[in-house]
């Protein structure tokens, strides 16, 4: 029997818990379900979130995968058992300890931590103190834990809105005494949140450290433990005190990487060690047990300091991607539509089409600010080399070096913000605050391994464990 008040089908909607409830199936619902194909699955029949399709039955199966099943291919279910969950880590009061650091952990959505029910498959979200020591003890021995959900959002649902709020959310918990800021967000616009926040909270004496899980806690190879631990030891113990990104460094669970806020970006959709440093190497390797400097050009942590927060901005900022044969229409639209300011991520050392020309011109005659930056991402825009640059440059288009699109895009629409001037706005641009432009890039910040090539392979074995 299900318990009243419960919803025997939590999550489906539409025509999925339509089929379910002509089947006379439940969700926990262990089941035989056999396809038009005539393949057959057996699993548990799992929840599922309201901003999912309501096309799908969704079951965890016993090698510990789920798969979707459409609805139009199920040909019958039959319910072997059933596996109620307790869709909830019990609460264990987390251990406060005189002689540890406190920090504070943030959450912005999604799941920073969980563990797996293993009797039905159900991975069960922990966020409160009590929870995650459940979920992760080893957290206790770091430092003495408080957590504050500030909202739950997609990371591609996070907007301006949510980046000031989560700003002065930092400021508070800094000036309360926060030894230390984690931030739980989805990896997804990881990199963009960073690098407002790198601006937005400026002079910071303490880390503030962005993490998140590329793979959830019901995969064998799920970082999001691991994550967590380093950057709550990034968070009491670390040095840097700047918007970092804690992710896996490796794709093995050797160590993780710290990444500038402002020069990191998302680099593969489903592995672990997804992020990366463009532009510059990364800031330091951390352990469970360790803390190795890579980069020591860094803002040591100074209690002393005091944090500023500015969260002005201006969300009226786009970037256009240039491609061969780009219309002006578009840079007109986005004009029309009273939009601020443009960040082009052009080609080569800061390239676009002749027929671009006119429209570039009308916009900065309406006064439209309009920065270059490479779509190549590592490299500088290096505007006066060849006759393009310097007819843009002429037009009123300005050169932002080596400062990666996104983080562009965070700056202008925090610059704007402030003024409306022009020659400020420029000003602003291309005055460095957190290393969103540096005056080279190193000899080994860049390198991309091309599978197959015989120097390569070479490289690979060598350093391959």
Same mark, same amino acid.
């Given at each position: ?28 619902? +262990?089941?035989?379900?056999?396809? @038009? ?28 995968? !789920? ?13 072997? *058992? ?21 920090? #504070?952990?943030? *959450? ?11 009797? #039905?498959?159900? =991975?069960?979200?922990?966020? @409160? ?17 408080? @957590? ?31 030894? %230390?800021?984690?931030? %739980? ?25 962005? =993490? ?21 030891? #990034? ?43 463009? &532009? ?8 469970? +047990? ?6 020591? +050009? ?10 500023? /927060? ?37 080609? %080569? ?17 309406? %006064?439209?600010?309009?920065?270059? #930056?490479?779509?190549?991402?590592? &490299? ?21 070096? !080596? ?13 704007? *913000? ?14 460095? /605050? ?32």
């Amino acid at each position: 029997m299900v318990e009243s008040g419960v919803d025997p089908l939590k999550g489906y909607r539409g025509r999925a818990r339509a089929r379910l409830e002509e089947l006379g199936m439940r969700v926990w619902s +262990d089941v035989r379900l056999v396809n @038009t194909a005539g393949s057959v699955f057996e699993g548990v029949v799992l929840p599922r979130s309201g901003n999912f399709d309501d096309l799908h039955i969704v079951l965890k199966l016993k090698t510990g995968y !789920n798969v979707g099943v459409h609805i139009d291919r199920v040909e019958s279910m039959e319910e072997l *058992g059933y596996k109620e969950a307790h869709y909830k880590i019990p609460e264990q009061e987390f251990p406060i300890s005189p002689d540890l650091p406190s920090v #504070t952990l943030l *959450g912005t959505g999604g799941t920073i931590a969980s563990r797996l029910d293993y009797r #039905t498959g159900a =991975v069960i979200p922990a966020f @409160t103190p009590g929870e995650l020591y459940g979920a992760v003890p080893e957290l206790a021995d770091i430092c003495n834990l408080t @957590t504050r959900k500030i909202f739950g959002v997609f990371s591609e649902n996070m907007g301006w809105a949510q980046y000031r709020e989560l700003a002065e959310n930092i400021g508070r918990e800094i000036s309360g005494g926060a030894a %230390g800021i984690v931030i %739980g967000h989805g990896t997804d616009t990881m990199g963009h949140t960073a690098a407002v926040l790198s601006f937005m909270v400026q002079d910071s004496p303490v880390p503030i450290v962005i =993490v998140g899980s590329q793979r959830s806690s019901d995969r064998p190879s799920s970082d999001a433990a691991l994550n967590l631990i380093h950057a709550v030891r #990034t968070a009491a113990h670390g040095d840097i005190a700047e918007v970092q990104i804690c992710m896996f460094g490796p794709t093995s669970d050797r160590y993780g990487l710290l990444h500038r806020g402002t020069r990191c970006r998302k680099m593969h959709s489903s592995y672990r060690s997804t992020f990366r440093t463009v &532009g510059d190497i990364p800031l330091c390797i951390v352990s469970r +047990d360790s803390f190795s400097i890579l980069n020591d +050009d860094y803002v040591r942590r100074d209690p002393s300091r005091r944090v500023k /927060i500015d969260t002005a901005y201006d969300d009226r900022v786009t970037i256009l991607y240039y491609y061969p044969g780009m219309k002006p229409d578009l840079v007109d639209a986005l004009v029309e539509k009273g939009y601020k300011g443009i960040v082009i991520a052009g080609t %080569g050392l800061g390239h676009v089409n002749s027929p671009l020309y006119p429209a570039l011109e009308r916009a900065a005659a309406a %006064g439209v600010h309009v920065v270059m #930056t490479v779509q190549t991402l590592w &490299g500088f825009a290096q505007m006066y080399v060849y006759e393009t640059g310097r007819d843009l440059m002429d037009l009123g288009v300005v050169p932002l070096d !080596n400062m990666l699109p996104e983080t562009a895009l965070m700056k202008l629409g925090w610059v704007l *913000g402030h003024t409306d001037d022009h020659g400020r706005v420029m000003e602003m641009m291309r005055a460095p /605050i957190s290393h969103e432009i540096t005056e080279r890039e190193p000899h080994n910040g860049y390198l991309i391994l091309q599978g197959g090539l015989p120097e390569t392979e070479e490289f690979v074995k060598s350093h391959w464990k």
